[in-house]
């Protein structure tokens, strides 16, 4: 019989069951009491009302009631214990990697020094009004310049119109960092005319060697000219594919539609990645801010230093008055399908999250719509958001990114996304959207799943298609925040 329920620290409460349990069967000594679904938690010893409910060695919330040996802990019996905005105390506790060597990767490596997994032409609206013009543009040029260049692809949006103050500039921010990024061997920046992200505030933001600009309202053909200046901008691309370590690699980390097995297998499994890639001296980024609330003080007891520290606490705080401010609670989250798939509390869903980031130390805090500045972890402000939040990473520099997932999403992003499936069952039923099934280091064990995942990072980093790229998946989507006009 397989294993039927994994305990992750010796002094958990809780454990999380591997496969589908039947009431009366019997695991870790204790008699399950009701069914339990698979990654859904059990008590492994009694919990008294208003206690700590334990989860990988911390709380993940509070007990409501009594619970027994044998139960199934979850929304009934447990409640979060999150508030608003703390206050937190620098007490640096840091791993440090340095000094590891992996597989490097074949990438385009650029004037300025930065490493490209990919050598593209990226056409980026100003404005939503123009977002089928830059798609036709695209779509036509991906045609006329098939094997000339890896790719020619549109990022539509529906902002940078009737937006002021900050929201407006968070607009123009993450564009003209995407506009930034070594993936793109060109760019072509496609305006109207009338909008408030006016093509010239764009370019105050961008440092391209290879851009163009259209103003749509001023050409007489938007598209063929768009279609000239792409041409212009794939004989400016041509580029190859050379030699590059693992410490050129921008690697962000995100999960979206987590389930119970993410905290065991897919998260932690990404968290030796982020080892791997800053030990080797290369960058990691880590977001998604709400969802490290209950867990922040673990990457806080890792900052490199207290100014780094102060950031993180004010990210963080700051995020958390975000939602009082909006009548919002903390804690609103997990998601409906967090919850199907056994995850009980933001505590917890944190607690996974965070893994993510390994040990490595936190080097920067970056806001929304900023480019990553030094090697090492940068907590980069975000939201929970799939889209938004992976959008983010990519501005900020990332060259590929991890996206963890229980549940699956055919979503792909700018760079390459590649998917990664907390359990064998979704890896099984999806194998159109998942690039690697993490349900192996349960079977395996970490050490080996951790190698196989770092080949195939470096196989994809040198050009080898993810599913998301397989079926035209590229999105982006930008936080609206502000007054709209």
Same mark, same amino acid.
């Given at each position: 019989?397989?294993?039927?329920?994994?305990?992750?620290?010796?002094?958990?409460?809780?454990?999380?069951?591997?496969?589908?349990?039947?009431?009366?069967?019997?695991?870790?000594?204790?008699?399950?009491?009701?069914?339990?679904?698979?990654?859904?938690?059990?008590?492994?010893?009694?919990?008294?009302?208003?206690?700590?409910?334990?989860?990988?060695?911390?709380?993940?919330?509070?007990?409501?009631?009594?619970?027994?040996?044998?139960?199934?802990?979850?929304?009934?019996?447990?409640?979060?214990?999150?508030?608003?905005?703390?206050?937190?105390?620098?007490?640096? /506790?840091?791993?440090?990697?340095?000094? *590891?060597?992996?597989?490097?990767?074949?990438?385009?490596?650029?004037?300025?020094?930065?490493?490209?997994?990919?050598?593209?032409?990226?056409?980026?609206?100003?404005?939503?009004?123009?977002?089928?013009?830059?798609?036709?543009?695209?779509?036509?040029?991906?045609?006329?310049?098939?094997?000339?260049?890896?790719?020619?692809?549109?990022?539509?949006?529906? *902002?940078?119109?009737?937006?002021?103050?900050?929201?407006? !500039?968070?607009?123009?921010?993450?564009?003209?960092?995407?506009? @930034?990024?070594?993936?793109?061997?060109?760019?072509?920046?496609?305006?109207?005319?009338?909008? @408030?992200?006016?093509?010239?505030?764009?370019?105050?933001?961008?440092?391209?060697?290879?851009?163009?600009?259209?103003?749509? !309202?001023?050409? /007489?053909?938007?598209? +063929?000219?768009?279609?000239?200046?792409?041409?212009?901008?794939?004989?400016? #691309? !041509?580029? +190859?594919?050379?030699?590059?370590?693992? /410490?050129?690699?921008? &690697?962000?980390?995100?999960?979206?539609?987590?389930?119970?097995?993410?905290?065991?297998?897919?998260?932690?499994?990404?968290?030796?990645?982020?080892?791997?890639?800053?030990?080797?001296?290369?960058?990691?980024?880590?977001?998604?801010?709400?969802?490290?609330?209950?867990? +922040?003080?673990?990457?806080? #007891?890792?900052?490199?230093?207290?100014?780094?520290?102060?950031?993180?606490?004010? &990210?963080?705080?700051?995020?958390?008055?975000?939602?009082?401010?909006?009548?919002?609670?903390?804690?609103?989250?997990?998601?409906?399908?967090?919850?199907?798939?056994?995850?009980?509390?933001?505590?917890?869903?944190?607690?996974?999250?965070?893994?993510?980031?390994?040990?490595?130390?936190?080097?920067?805090?970056?806001?929304?719509?900023?480019?990553?500045?030094?090697?090492?972890?940068?907590?980069?402000?975000?939201?929970?958001?799939?889209?938004?939040?992976?959008?983010?990473?990519?501005?900020?520099?990332?060259?590929?990114?991890?996206?963890?997932?229980?549940?699956?999403?055919?979503?792909? *992003?700018?760079?390459?996304?590649?998917?990664?499936?907390?359990?064998?069952?979704?890896?099984?039923?999806?194998?159109?959207?998942?690039?690697?099934?993490?349900?192996?280091?349960?079977?395996?064990?970490?050490?080996?799943?951790?190698?196989?995942?770092?080949?195939?990072?470096?196989?994809?980093?040198?050009?080898?298609?993810?599913?998301?790229?397989?079926?035209?998946?590229?999105?982006?989507?930008?936080?609206?925040?502000?007054?709209?006009?």
């Amino acid at each position: 019989m397989t294993l039927a329920l994994f305990r992750i620290a010796p002094n958990d409460s809780t454990a999380t069951a591997l496969r589908d349990l039947e009431a009366g069967e019997q695991a870790l000594g204790v008699t399950l009491a009701a069914p339990v679904a698979k990654g859904h938690k059990v008590a492994v010893k009694p919990i008294a009302a208003g206690e700590p409910v334990l989860k990988f060695g911390f709380p993940i919330g509070v007990a409501t009631r009594d619970i027994a040996p044998g139960e199934h802990v979850h929304t009934h019996n447990v409640s979060t214990a999150l508030r608003g905005s703390g206050d937190y105390v620098f007490a640096p /506790s840091m791993h440090d990697d340095a000094g *590891f060597e992996g597989p490097g990767f074949l990438g385009y490596r650029r004037a300025n020094g930065r490493v490209g997994t990919r050598n593209e032409i990226w056409v980026i609206p100003t404005v939503g009004c123009v977002g089928r013009t830059a798609q036709k543009i695209a779509e036509r040029a991906a045609v006329l310049h098939a094997g000339k260049i890896d790719g020619v692809h549109a990022f539509p949006h529906p *902002f940078g119109c009737s937006q002021l103050g900050d929201d407006l !500039q968070g607009t123009r921010a993450i564009l003209s960092a995407l506009a @930034n990024h070594p993936n793109a061997g060109g760019v072509l920046i496609v305006g109207l005319g009338c909008e @408030n992200n006016q093509i010239k505030g764009m370019l105050e933001g961008i440092d391209h060697p290879n851009l163009r600009t259209l103003g749509a !309202q001023m050409a /007489s053909d938007e598209i +063929e000219e768009g279609l000239a200046l792409v041409e212009e901008l794939v004989a400016g #691309a !041509q580029a +190859e594919r050379t030699p590059a370590p693992l /410490s050129e690699l921008v &690697l962000g980390v995100k999960c979206g539609g987590s389930d119970g097995f993410s905290g065991l297998t897919a998260n932690p499994l990404v968290g030796r990645m982020a080892d791997a890639v800053t030990g080797a001296g290369g960058t990691a980024i880590l977001t998604e801010i709400p969802e490290i609330f209950g867990a +922040e003080q673990l990457l806080m #007891a890792r900052a490199s230093d207290e100014a780094v520290f102060d950031g993180i606490v004010h &990210l963080v705080n700051d995020f958390k008055d975000y939602f009082v401010r909006n009548g919002e609670p903390v804690s609103e989250n997990p998601s409906p399908g967090n919850i199907a798939g056994g995850i009980t509390t933001l505590e917890e869903k944190s607690l996974g999250a965070v893994q993510k980031a390994g040990h490595a130390i936190v080097t920067d805090v970056i806001p929304y719509g900023g480019q990553v500045r030094r090697k090492g972890l940068t907590l980069l402000e975000a939201p929970g958001n799939d889209a938004v939040s992976s959008t983010a990473l990519a501005a900020a520099g990332a060259t590929a990114i991890l996206f963890t997932t229980g549940r699956g999403t055919p979503l792909g *992003f700018p760079v390459p996304t590649i998917k990664i499936a907390s359990n064998h069952d979704l890896a099984t039923r999806k194998p159109g959207w998942i690039d690697f099934d993490a349900g192996q280091v349960l079977e395996d064990g970490m050490d080996s799943a951790a190698d196989a995942l770092l080949d195939t990072i470096a196989a994809i980093a040198s050009g080898k298609e993810t599913a998301a790229e397989r079926n035209g998946e590229r999105e982006i989507a930008i936080w609206k925040r502000g007054v709209t006009l």
